[in-house]
C-alpha cells in the first residue's frame, strides 16, 4: 500500500490533478491549502484538508504531523510574500530568522523549506512521480518545428535564460529575431507574454523559452506550460515554445499539444546539448 | 577653433541639449536626425539637419562626409529595429550581412557601427566630453542615503545587472526586500518602472539600480536617468536610485536632484566597489 501524501497545493490545476490521480488509485492523502492560491472547488469538499496563511508554516507542518507520516509533494505555484505580508508564526520566524530575509527572492526558500519537510521526517517527492505524463521529452512535441530563425532565437533565449536562473531570478525569456523582447523576474511568464506582445517587431515571431534553474531542487517549481501559456505565446504574436526536457512540467498535456497545433506554434523539448552553456 | 560636431540624434532632450551647447560655445555642428525618434523642435529649424530613416547608413555617412571632417557623438535612444522594419540601404545591408541578424540584438550593434564610423575618417566623441555635467560621482547625490535594506537591495540588484548586462539584455533591475521585481530587456526603463507598481509587496519599497553594461562602448548608450525617471520611481512606490558612477548619465542633474529630494527617494552613484562582481 502506497504512503499517505500531504499536498501543499499553491495555485493552478496541479494540487487539483494530485487529489484526483490519490482518489483514482486509491492513496490516502491529505491537503495543506495555501490560502489565497489553492483552489477550494479542485481540491473538494470531502478531502481531507488544512488551510494556512503562508506564513504559518508552524501550523501546517504540526498539521502534516498530527496526521501521521507522509510523503510531502508541493504543487503550484505560491506568490513570494514581503516580510510584512509574511505575519509569519513562531516557527516561520525562526525559519527566516535562520535565512535571513534575503532568501525570500531566492529558491533558497524552497529549499530551505524541503530541508526543514525532511528535517521532520517527511519525504519530499517531485509532482511528476505520481503524474506521469508532465516531462516533455526532447525535440518537437507538436507538429510543428522551429526553422533556422526560431533555432537562433531559442539559443539566445536559452543563454540568457539560463545566466538570469543562475541568479535565481526566473526560468522564462521572450527572444524575436535576436532582440531579447522580454525577461521574466516576479510577474510570471503570462505576465511577461503580455507586455512582450506590445514589444513585437514586425517580421517573423519571437519564440518563448522555459528553463529550469540549474540550481534549483527539481523536486520544486519546475517551470509549467499548459493550454493557456500556449494561447498567450499565440497572442503576443509567438511562433513557438521550447521548453526544458524532463525538467519542466506541461499541465494537460495532450490540450497543451493541441492547442500548439491549431495555433500554428511549435512547442519542443530542449535536450542537454541546447540548454548547456 | 573646435572641430565640427556631427550629432546623431536619437529621442530625448540630449540631441537638443548637444545642439545649445555647440551654439553657445559657437562649434560648428551638423545633426544627423533619425526620423520618428530625434525631436524637431530641440534641433532648430536654422540648424543645419538631414533626416534619415534607421535604415539608411549609406545616406548618413554620405551627408556627414559631405558636410567635411567631423567629431561624431551619438546622443539619446533609438529603438532596435526588426529586420522587416529596417528596409536597408546598400551600405546598411552590406553592415548587416557582415554582423549577422543577431546584431541587432545586441551591443555589438552599436560598436560595429563606432567602428564604421572610425573607419571613416570619424572620431566618435561619448556625449560627457561636451556636456560635462552629466557623469555622476559616487557617493549620495541628493538629501537622502540608503537604509540597510535599500543597501542590501541595492547590492542585489547590482548582482542581477551585471549578469543581464554582461549578456547584453539591458541596463535596469528592480529589487524590493530581496525581491527581483522586474529585468530591463528591450522595453526600456519607464515600462519597467510601470509595471513594477503593480508587482511591489506591502513594507518599505524597492530601488532601481542602472548600470553600464561590463562590455559595452562607453562613448555610447550609457544608461540615463533624468526628473521623469525619479517621477516614476516614485509612483512606482520605490525608496530610492542606484546609478553606475562616472558611467551613466544625469539629464538635467539639478531637476533630478530636487525631485528625489522633494519625493523622498535616495539618489546614489554606485562606485567601482559596489558595481564590482
Do not use: Y
Amino acid at each position: 500500500m502506497l504512503s499517505k501524501l500531504g499536498i501543499i497545493a499553491g495555485g493552478g490545476e496541479l494540487p487539483g490533478r494530485l487529489v484526483r490521480a490519490c482518489r483514482e488509485s486509491g492513496r490516502p492523502f491529505f491537503v495543506l491549502a495555501i490560502e489565497g492560491h489553492a483552489i477550494a472547488a479542485d481540491i473538494g469538499p470531502d478531502s481531507p484538508q488544512r488551510w494556512i496563511r503562508i506564513g504559518e508554516a508552524g501550523t501546517g507542518i504540526r498539521a502534516l504531523r498530527d496526521d501521521g507520516k507522509h510523503d510531502i509533494v508541493m504543487a503550484g505555484p505560491v506568490r513570494r510574500p514581503s516580510l510584512s505580508d509574511l505575519r509569519p508564526d513562531w516557527r516561520t520566524a525562526r525559519f527566516f530568522a535562520r535565512l535571513g530575509f534575503r532568501a525570500l527572492g531566492d529558491d533558497s526558500l524552497l529549499k530551505a523549506l524541503t530541508a526543514e519537510l525532511e528535517a521532520e521526517g517527511f519525504r519530499v517527492v517531485g509532482v511528476e512521480t505520481i503524474l506521469h505524463d508532465l516531462l516533455p521529452e526532447p525535440g518537437p512535441l507538436g507538429r510543428l518545428t522551429p526553422d533556422e530563425q526560431g533555432r537562433a532565437d531559442i539559443a539566445r533565449a536559452v543563454a540568457v535564460c539560463r545566466a538570469v536562473g543562475a541568479l535565481d531570478v526566473g526560468q522564462a525569456v521572450v527572444v524575436q529575431q535576436g532582440i531579447v523582447l522580454g525577461v521574466e523576474a516576479i510577474e510570471g511568464t503570462d505576465a511577461l507574454l503580455s507586455r512582450c506582445a506590445g514589444l513585437r517587431r514586425a517580421g517573423p515571431g519571437g519564440v518563448l523559452v522555459k528553463l529550469c534553474k540549474p540550481q534549483q531542487d527539481r523536486r520544486v517549481d519546475l517551470p509549467t506550460i499548459g493550454p493557456q501559456t500556449v494561447e498567450n505565446a499565440a497572442a503576443a504574436g509567438l511562433r513557438g515554445i521550447a521548453v526544458h526536457a524532463g525538467r519542466s512540467i506541461i499541465v494537460d498535456r495532450p490540450a497543451t499539444i493541441a492547442r500548439a497545433d491549431a495555433l500554428g506554434l511549435f512547442l519542443v523539448g530542449i535536450g542537454a546539448e541546447e540548454a548547456a552553456p
